[in-house]
């Protein structure tokens, strides 16, 4: 699992979170709506139960999580969201991995086409690139003097997690897919707080890119995460710490 390692810096982390706070929660709070439809009890459902954690790990407010799963009877009414997956290249040859939330496929591949095209990437057919990743769950907990490697370790086994790869100031801890909301719930009752929760994929390699090629990179990246369909981007690039610090 090493590669995917972005849990440099934390302080970093948190402070890139909160500039984007806003449109991470609106992302964030459309995916509660379409995980509550048809049944708005996390405690029966456990993909709301999943995106629930991943809000919290955001430190999405309560009400604004209640408000969301509230939307799934309410104001998103009719409308239907699909969960679509784009695969293709950046700049470089690198391998991006795009998931979205849409009620409009012919935008959404438009818009997500024309993003990648601009910045020298381009769209793939399915499976161009994905036999690159690994799904897993991912789950971050900060490191801190009171939380030793060898607790999370053992908490992380009697979850039933794969593995555990410790960071400056994090750990990261690694579960299939099917066993990943087992272990968070396992992993919340005992106590643990998460930086991230989710099912992600993760790139079994990296590759580098140069400095001029990253920056292009860079800006694709942050045009496709302003795209209010687009929910996440995956991709197999090293971000350089300092890079990832801005």
């Known amino acids: 699992m090493s590669g995917h390692s972005k849990w440099h810096n934390i302080q970093a982390k948190k402070g890139k979170a909160d500039a984007a706070r806003g449109k991470l929660f609106t992302k964030i709070g459309r995916e509660l709506a379409v995980a509550a439809k048809g049944n708005p009890n996390p405690s029966t459902n456990s993909k709301l139960a999943d995106v629930i954690a991943k809000a919290k790990a955001a430190n999405m407010p309560n009400d604004n999580i209640e408000r969301s799963i509230k939307k799934a009877a309410g104001e998103l009414g009719d409308k239907e969201y699909k969960e679509l997956t784009y695969e293709g290249y950046g700049v470089g040859g690198a391998a991006v991995i795009i998931t979205t939330l849409t009620d409009n496929n012919n935008r959404t591949a438009g818009d997500i086409r024309a993003i990648m095209s601009k910045h020298g ?113 995956y991709h197999n690039v090293e971000l350089p710490e300092e890079d990832e610090e801005e």
């Open 121 to 233: 990437g381009s769209l793939g057919t399915t499976g161009s690139v994905s036999y690159m990743f690994e799904t897993k769950g991912y789950i971050v907990v900060e490191r801190t003097p009171s939380l030793s490697e060898d607790e999370v370790t053992e908490l992380a086994i009697d979850a039933g997690a794969d593995d555990v790869v410790t960071q400056e100031d994090a750990y990261e801890i690694y579960t299939t897919p099917a066993a990943f909301s087992e272990a968070r719930k396992y992993l919340e009752g005992k106590g643990l707080e998460f930086l991230q929760a989710e099912i992600a994929m993760i790139p079994q390699n990296k590759i580098e890119l140069s400095p001029e090629k990253l920056e292009t990179f860079r800006k694709m990246l942050d045009k496709l995460e302003e795209n209010d369909d687009v929910q996440d981007v």
